[in-house]
């Protein structure tokens, strides 16, 4: 697990987007943790099974095991713990003990399923973007729902017309054909997680 800033006060811990994603979004992510450093707030990015450095084959990954291994990293972490979630990363922190869930452009399992379908199509092939996922873990994601329950506050990005709390400047950065960053996202991203923060606490 990387951390990130102080180790005392408030701490979030994010969760990537799921699979190809994750690997197009993480740099960004980390920047917005070591923005959030630069404002006093500790950050914490755990690797999942079956992801990052993790050594357990993607083919043998499950959403259950992820939620049990994010909500563990969660209660490793002093002081209150708020979840920030990208895409479908929103259905990882659903046992996890926190004090707030801040999300961008979040995803129902089912439509991340029918992403990964689509994805699937396009290969041609068997696989997801080159990952091998097992029929537990798209049946566990099919069925799967964020979590609606405490603190919650929600951004999309500007244009999206659903329902959100913040609208932000930025490109979908998930969407790229290659891993990428935009620092104004990023930025609009910590600044407006340290505030919600801090209304929160207050």
Same mark, same amino acid.
């Given at each position: 697990?990387?951390?990130?800033?102080?180790?005392?006060?408030?701490?979030?811990?994010?969760?990537? #987007?799921?699979?190809?994603?994750?690997?197009?979004?993480?740099?960004?992510?980390?920047?917005?943790?070591?923005?959030?450093?630069?404002?006093?707030?500790?950050?914490?990015?755990?690797?999942?099974?079956?992801?990052?450095?993790?050594?357990?084959?993607?083919?043998?990954?499950?959403?259950?095991?992820?939620?049990?291994?994010?909500?563990?990293?969660?209660?490793?972490?002093?002081?209150?713990?708020?979840?920030?979630?990208?895409?479908?990363?929103?259905?990882?922190?659903?046992?996890?003990?926190?004090?707030?869930?801040?999300?961008?452009? #979040?995803?129902?399992?089912?439509?991340?399923?029918?992403?990964?379908?689509?994805?699937?199509?396009?290969?041609?092939?068997?696989?997801?973007?080159?990952?091998?996922?097992?029929?537990?873990?798209?049946?566990?994601?099919?069925?799967?729902?964020?979590?609606?329950?405490?603190?919650?506050?929600?951004?999309?990005?500007?244009?999206?017309?659903?329902?959100?709390?913040?609208?932000? #400047?930025?490109?979908?950065?998930?969407?790229?054909?290659?891993?990428?960053?935009? #620092?104004?996202?990023?930025?609009?991203?910590?600044?407006?997680?340290?505030?919600?923060?801090?209304?929160?606490?207050?």
């Amino acid at each position: 697990m990387l951390r990130f800033g102080p180790d005392h006060g408030p701490t979030v811990i994010a969760a990537l #987007p799921l699979f190809e994603e994750a690997n197009r979004t993480r740099a960004a992510v980390v920047d917005v943790l070591r923005r959030l450093a630069a404002r006093g707030i500790g950050g914490a990015l755990p690797d999942l099974p079956g992801t990052g450095e993790s050594l357990v084959p993607t083919a043998q990954a499950s959403l259950s095991d992820w939620r049990a291994a994010f909500a563990a990293a969660v209660g490793s972490l002093a002081g209150p713990v708020f979840a920030m979630t990208w895409r479908g990363g929103v259905l990882i922190d659903g046992e996890a003990a926190l004090a707030g869930r801040w999300r961008l452009a #979040p995803l129902t399992g089912a439509a991340q399923y029918r992403e990964l379908e689509r994805i699937r199509q396009l290969g041609g092939g068997t696989d997801y973007a080159g990952n091998r996922l097992s029929p537990a873990l798209l049946n566990e994601l099919d069925a799967a729902e964020p979590l609606e329950a405490g603190a919650l506050r929600v951004a999309r990005l500007d244009g999206d017309p659903r329902d959100a709390a913040i609208r932000l #400047p930025g490109r979908p950065l998930w969407r790229a054909s290659e891993p990428g960053v935009d #620092p104004a996202l990023q930025e609009a991203v910590a600044e407006d997680l340290a505030s919600w923060i801090a209304t929160c606490a207050g």
